[in-house]
């Protein structure tokens, strides 16, 4: 009898998971993988690219000539060229284009066969370990994805509304759409490297459970406290998606624990190379998006202060206007949390490297092991301490929370700055 309940589907492997944000980046060629028949292939698909950017293009070009048009001819009227604050945040686009761009290089650079060897070495990595987190995986990419995506869209709209209530809708649709369109696309690449780099932190995730299950089959040399597996202790995961007995559900069953740790070096060896990856392909598309995600947020909140003190639009209606400081606050959460959010995701795979890091002098230190060993558990410790996984912008500066701390310095002096002479 067939059971009516629902079979849970389970993601293959790590492209599987990818699947949220792929479905988008597919919109705007920002990816060059496909599935079929059970089996990844490289698809340039050249007509839907060289549409969709040809079409970018003519509009960015159009609104560009369009503005300088504007401006010329407020010249000819008035014999004064004044450029103002909200003509100056309206060439913002022109970054976000310069980003959109970037993004198509580098994704035509590295994201074909590179990329196909990219996924296959998760492949070979998953093997090892048994990876059985999947599922939690695709479905964090599937929540994040879904309500960053919500939180962009819903800000874009009303953003639109309340600028088009002030300059009008048919001037507002030619001259500020197009920032809304890179904006979001973005986003996207925001979004695209936290699912990459979520696949990192759940495979170092993988080997912290490993270290677990390998603690607590060792015989401890001195009267202590098993702190590693203990519920209420820092290493204990709520997450953990199954109890293993020594890596139960890997290839490697049959070998001993010395052979484990063994596995476990080739393993972290392969993350350090996806790290390399993911740092290649996304490195200055990262640098240059940051950049564009601080000069908005500087932007918007100098123009939420001046609307709301009346320095700009002094004529306006007050609810207009209110309206308006808002859209531009919502703006201003958006870029935020795009930056706060790639940094929470690289930090969580730092704080699991250093967990393993802890694992390993607990086993050193508090179980009787032999001294092959614990040779080689003294050399896989070393390995990941000498050589840690980390994110970084071009190489320019990691992706932690320092990052934040430096970003939140950034705006707040330019915003002194600007707002020194409100005109």
């Given at each position: 009898?067939?059971?009516?309940?629902?079979?849970?589907?389970?993601?293959?492997?790590?492209?599987?998971?990818?699947?949220?944000?792929?479905?988008?980046?597919?919109?705007?060629?920002?990816?060059?993988?496909?599935?079929?028949?059970?089996?990844?292939?490289?698809?340039?698909?050249?007509?839907?690219?060289?549409?969709?950017?040809?079409?970018?293009?003519?509009?960015?070009?159009?609104?560009?000539?369009?503005?300088?048009?504007?401006?010329?001819?407020?010249?000819?009227?008035?014999?004064?060229?004044?450029?103002?604050?909200?003509?100056?945040?309206?060439?913002?686009?022109?970054?976000?284009?310069?980003?959109?761009?970037?993004?198509?290089?580098?994704?035509?650079?590295?994201?074909?066969?590179?990329?196909?060897?990219?996924?296959?070495?998760?492949?070979?990595?998953?093997?090892?370990?048994?990876?059985?987190?999947?599922?939690?995986?695709?479905?964090?990419?599937?929540?994040?994805?879904?309500?960053?995506?919500?939180?962009?869209?819903?800000?874009?709209?009303?953003?639109?509304?309340?600028?088009?209530?002030?300059?009008?809708?048919d001037s507002h649709a030619l001259y500020y759409s197009i920032?809304?369109?890179?904006?979001?696309?973005?986003?996207?690449?925001?979004?695209?490297?936290?699912?990459?780099?979520?696949?990192?932190?759940?495979?170092?995730?993988?080997?912290?459970?490993?270290?677990?299950?390998?603690?607590?089959?060792?015989?401890?040399?001195?009267?202590?406290?098993?702190?590693?597996?203990?519920?209420?202790?820092?290493?204990?995961?709520?997450?953990?998606?199954?109890?293993?007995?020594?890596?139960?559900?890997?290839?490697?069953?049959?070998?001993?624990?010395?052979?484990?740790?063994?596995?476990?070096?080739?393993?972290?060896?392969?993350?350090?190379?996806?790290?390399?990856?993911?740092?290649?392909?996304?490195?200055?598309?990262?640098?240059?998006?940051?950049?564009?995600?601080?000069?908005?947020?500087?932007?918007?909140?100098?123009?939420?202060?001046?609307?709301?003190?009346?320095?700009?639009?002094?004529?306006?209606?007050?609810?207009?206007?209110?309206?308006?400081?808002?859209?531009?606050?919502?703006?201003?959460?958006?870029?935020?949390?795009?930056?706060?959010?790639?940094?929470?995701?690289?930090?969580?795979?730092?704080?699991?490297?250093?967990?393993?890091?802890?694992?390993?002098?607990?086993?050193?230190?508090?179980?009787?092991?032999?001294?092959?060993?614990?040779?080689?558990?003294?050399?896989?410790?070393?390995?990941?301490?000498?050589?840690?996984?980390?994110?970084?912008?071009?190489?320019?500066?990691?992706?932690?929370?320092?990052?934040?701390?430096?970003?939140a310095s950034v705006v707040t002096t330019l915003t002194i700055?600007?707002?020194?002479?409100?005109?």
């Amino acid at each position: 009898m067939i059971s009516g309940k629902k079979v849970k589907y389970v993601p293959k492997d790590a492209y599987d998971t990818l699947t949220p944000i792929n479905t988008l980046l597919k919109m705007f060629s920002l990816t060059t993988l496909s599935r079929e028949n059970s089996r990844l292939k490289v698809s340039y698909n050249w007509i839907k690219r060289i549409f969709i950017i040809t079409a970018l293009i003519i509009y960015t070009i159009l609104v560009t000539v369009g503005k300088v048009l504007k401006y010329f001819g407020n010249y000819g009227e008035n014999k004064t060229f004044n450029i103002r604050f909200t003509d100056a945040l309206q060439v913002t686009y022109l970054l976000e284009f310069l980003q959109y761009i970037v993004d198509l290089k580098y994704v035509f650079k590295f994201g074909g066969y590179t990329s196909l060897k990219y996924f296959k070495l998760y492949e070979q990595i998953d093997d090892i370990l048994g990876m059985t987190y999947n599922s939690i995986i695709k479905s964090k990419i599937y929540k994040a994805t879904a309500s960053i995506c919500l939180l962009v869209i819903v800000s874009l709209a009303l953003d639109f509304e309340a600028w088009a209530l002030i300059n009008g809708y048919d001037s507002h649709a030619l001259y500020y759409s197009i920032d809304y369109v890179f904006f979001f696309i973005n986003t996207l690449t925001i979004i695209d490297m936290c699912a990459n780099v979520i696949q990192v932190e759940y495979r170092l995730k993988t080997i912290v459970d490993v270290l677990q299950d390998l603690y607590s089959a060792t015989n401890n040399s001195l009267s202590v406290v098993n702190v590693v597996g203990d519920k209420s202790w820092l290493y204990f995961s709520k997450d953990k998606a199954v109890t293993r007995k020594i890596i139960s559900s890997s290839k490697f069953l049959e070998y001993n624990h010395l052979n484990d740790i063994v596995w476990l070096n080739k393993c972290y060896l392969l993350l350090i190379e996806q790290t390399a990856y993911i740092n290649e392909i996304f490195g200055t598309r990262i640098l240059i998006n940051n950049s564009n995600q601080l000069f908005n947020i500087v932007n918007f909140i100098n123009l939420a202060i001046r609307i709301f003190t009346g320095v700009i639009f002094p004529d306006g209606s007050p609810d207009t206007l209110f309206f308006l400081t808002i859209t531009c606050i919502l703006r201003t959460i958006c870029s935020a949390v795009n930056i706060a959010w790639l940094v929470y995701r690289c930090e969580q795979s730092y704080e699991q490297r250093a967990t393993i890091v802890s694992i390993a002098d607990h086993m050193l230190v508090d179980k009787n092991i032999s001294e092959s060993m614990r040779r080689t558990l003294t050399e896989f410790r070393n390995l990941v301490d000498s050589r840690p996984i980390q994110f970084t912008a071009m190489n320019f500066y990691p992706l932690d929370y320092g990052l934040v701390v430096s970003s939140a310095s950034v705006v707040t002096t330019l915003t002194i700055i600007m707002l020194q002479s409100l005109q």
